[in-house]
């Protein structure tokens, strides 16, 4: 009994993670198509669209110390 409920865990946990797993490959992917970028922070992951910035910034305060991209679509060439 113990070992079946730890088996159905040990299940749960490796779904939760393949699941999790997949999120962020599906994220990636859509902000690749996008033009998108993931945010350079570690621990992060937070995804960044351009839209009419000149700078890639991710939108959580403390990431904002870590280097940030440049926009190469920016209208100023920057
Ligand atoms: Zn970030």
């Known amino acids: 009994m113990r ?5 159905v865990l040990n299940m749960a ?4 993670v393949q ?5 962020r ?6 902000l690749l ?9 570690p621990g992060c992951g937070e995804g960044i ?4 910035t000149r ?4 939108v959580r305060p403390e990431c904002q110390r870590y280097p940030q991209f440049e926009n190469p679509d920016s209208p100023d060439g920057f």
């Open 25 to 30: 490959f599906a994220t990636e992917e859509f």
């Open 3 to 7: 070992d079946s409920l730890y088996t």
């Open 49 to 52: 669209v351009p839209e009419d």
């Open 19 to 23: 699941y999790e797993r997949y999120q």
């Open 33 to 41: 198509r996008e033009g998108g970028v993931m945010c350079p922070a």
């Open 55 to 58: 700078r890639i910034q991710c």
């Open 13 to 16: 946990i490796h779904w939760a």
